[in-house]
Structure formats: structure tokens, C-alpha cells
């Protein structure tokens, strides 16, 4: 089945303790990407990746870190997590760089940090 | 700049009602691909509907419906005979940014309750 997978999905941490919510596409897919959810504010970007090495900011990068060392994979890294980053968490993946493209979603990871 | 609205924060309807979620966009790009996802209680994002800038036909699919229409930049989603399992929040996103990355750009979304 072809799935975007994130884990964990429930994640109660405390501030200053590192962390990373890991991502898993088995789609084959080039482009992926990570989004923050959070009430009025909705869905903004995070981070990008084009390709495997290929990684960039989104819109609200700061205090977090990636990498893409295979296709498949594209953990999100909280080095020292802040409450401010108390939020639900998208990874997503596509085929390509065209944006007609569907994005596959994955279930999401709450994160609360205390 | 790019961005999507949605005026509608809350809609509650009672089961078996039509109901009409807008969507409303801008954007200077000529080619651009509109969606729609919907996000059920138990939080996963759930893929409606894609359409792209040069296809203005409004498409059905059972009981959903959507009303694309570039003239007045929207692209509205109608629950025909609405049922209590669409009781949700629905978002309408537009996929944009330079160069390669087309990120989706985000209304705040809409939380439809249908009571029984």
C-alpha cells in the first residue's frame, strides 16, 4: 500500500531535549516536505527536499533541522525544543517537482513540549 | 503575494442538508492547481479534489461537488445531502512558491458539524 509514514505520532517532551519525528515514503517519490499545523495560523511549511541531498527552507524553518540521505527517508530534527513548538506535524511526499502532482500526507505527529 | 481564504470558520448543519464550503484565491501565476483535503476528528489529512487553472469544469463525485470558477477566483465544495461522517474540517490549499518546490499554501480551513 502506498503510504507516508511518521512515528511517533503522539510525543510528549520536555524543552531542550533533542528529538526527531522520522518520515517514510514508499512511493518512490523525489519531493518531500515538512508542515506545522497550528489553530489560526493553519498549515505552513517547514522544510523541503527536492532529491536525496537536496534539502531548503520553508516558511517557518528556525529551530528545526533535516536531512535526506535516502530517497525515502526525511527526518525532521528538534535539536532543543522549545514550547513554542507544541504543534501538529505533517510530513508529506510527491512525485516530482510538478505541482499537479497529488501530495501524499502522512497521519501526523502531536508534538507537545513542556 | 499568494493566498487562499476561507471566510468560514464554523458551519453547523443538521443531516441531509446541502452545505457550501467557499474557497477563495489569489495568485499571479498563470498555471496554478487548486485542492482540496479534508481533515476528520482523528487528524490525517484526506485528498478531495485537484484541479488545475486552464480546466474551469466543475466536477462531481458522488455526493461532493466543486465550483471552480476563475473569473471570480474561487473554488467553492458543496456537500450534497450531507451526512454525519462529514463532520470535519476541510481545507482549500493552492500550490505555489517559485521554482521547484510549489509548496501548498493554505486556507485556515472551515469546521463543518452535521448534527443528527
Known amino acids: 500500500e502506498a503510504q507516508v509514514t511518521q512515528n511517533p505520532r503522539y510525543l510528549i517532551t520536555v524543552t531542550g531535549k533533542k528529538l526527531t519525528v522520522t518520515c517514510s515514503q514508499n512511493?518512490?517519490?523525489?519531493?518531500m516536505s515538512w508542515y506545522r499545523q497550528d489553530p489560526g495560523l493553519g498549515l505552513r511549511q517547514i522544510y523541503y527536499?527536492?532529491?536525496?541531498?537536496?534539502?531548503d527552507k520553508g516558511d517557518v524553518p528556525e529551530g528545526y533541522k533535516v536531512s535526506r540521505k535516502e530517497k525515502r527517508n526525511f527526518p525532521l530534527i528538534l535539536e532543543s525544543p522549545s514550547p513554542n513548538q507544541t504543534s501538529l506535524y505533517f510530513c508529506a511526499s510527491r512525485l516530482g517537482q510538478g505541482a499537479l502532482n497529488e501530495q501524499f500526507f502522512g497521519p501526523g505527529t502531536r508534538l507537545t513540549v513542556l | 503575494a499568494q493566498k487562499v481564504t476561507q471566510a468560514q470558520t464554523e458551519i453547523s448543519v443538521v443531516e441531509k442538508e446541502d452545505v457550501t464550503l467557499d474557497c477563495v484565491y489569489e495568485t499571479r501565476d498563470t498555471t496554478y492547481y487548486l485542492f482540496w483535503y479534508k481533515q476528520p476528528p482523528s487528524g490525517e489529512l484526506v485528498f478531495l479534489i485537484r484541479r488545475n487553472s486552464f480546466d474551469e469544469q466543475n466536477e462531481i463525485s458522488g455526493r461532493y461537488s466543486w465550483n471552480f470558477q476563475k473569473s471570480t477566483s474561487s473554488f467553492n465544495f458543496t456537500i450534497t445531502a450531507s451526512q454525519v461522517v462529514d463532520s470535519a474540517v476541510y481545507f482549500c490549499a493552492l500550490s505555489g512558491g517559485a521554482g521547484n518546490n510549489r509548496k501548498l499554501i493554505w486556507g485556515l480551513g472551515t469546521s463543518l458539524a452535521v448534527n443528527p
Open positions: 512511493m518512490n517519490h523525489e519531493y
Open positions: 527536499s527536492m532529491n536525496v541531498e537536496v534539502t
